[in-house]
């Protein structure tokens, strides 16, 4: 039996590493050079609620959408296992996939005067390989509580979203360039080990 402690933390880590808040730091720099502090800290609580609001819609009726297309969800969790590798790989080499974030996004970032769910939220934050990890999380909750906690690990990564955007400036000054790579390549291990996961537990569920 899966101990709920082991299984929360599991959930936590998981879509702490997806969601890449601290990966998000540089970007959420760089599109609002010139917002004060308190407009900062605005546009991070707007992003983090819209965050909690994208993926909690997704671990929910996730299901809906899969039996709509006739997808089967070990299909769709081999998919989001081949993302998740996809996204990992990169973050294994310091860089932002451009499954989350492309040059145009960047460029329209800097134009636009609300960035908080366009670009941020969605698709930096809440983009397809966070939407995979919360569906096939979701569909493999067999026991009530292992919903709630899935719930729980979006809420909490959510604030996490807050939190971290919020300190984006003191954080980028004490981690720098060196930091900030050291601790990108250690949530791609684990997103490479989450993502591998998913294919072969996908794999398994095909064959059963």
Do not use: C
């Not at 134009?111 to 990890?133: E, F, H, Y």
């Not at 989450?194 to 569920?205: A, C, L, R, T, Y």
């Amino acid at each position: 039996m899966t101990d709920p402690l082991t299984y929360f933390f599991t959930v936590l880590i998981s879509l702490f590493a997806v969601i890449d808040p601290l990966g998000a730091v540089p970007i959420f720099l760089l599109i609002t050079p010139e917002k004060t502090a308190k407009t900062r800290l605005l546009i991070a609580a707007k992003s983090a609620l819209a965050v909690l609001v994208i993926l909690v819609v997704f671990a929910l009726f996730g299901h809906w959408v899969l039996a709509y297309f006739s997808i089967s969800p070990p299909a769709f969790e081999i998919a989001g296992g081949l993302i998740l590798i996809k996204l990992a790989y990169d973050l294994l080499w310091a860089r932002l996939s451009e499954m989350r974030f492309t040059t145009r996004e960047e460029e329209e970032g800097l134009t636009k005067r609300d960035v908080s769910l366009i670009p941020l939220a969605m698709p930096l934050l809440s983009g397809p390989g966070a939407i995979a990890t919360v569906v096939v999380l979701s569909h493999s909750a067999v026991e009530p509580w292992m919903t709630y906690a899935l719930l729980g690990g979006i809420l909490l990564n959510s604030l996490l979203v807050f939190v971290i955007l919020g300190l984006a400036n003191p954080l980028s000054r004490l981690l720098k360039e060196t930091g900030s790579a050291l601790l990108t390549r250690i949530m791609g291990l684990i997103l490479m080990a989450v993502g591998v996961q998913f294919v072969v537990s996908g794999i398994d569920k095909l064959y059963e």
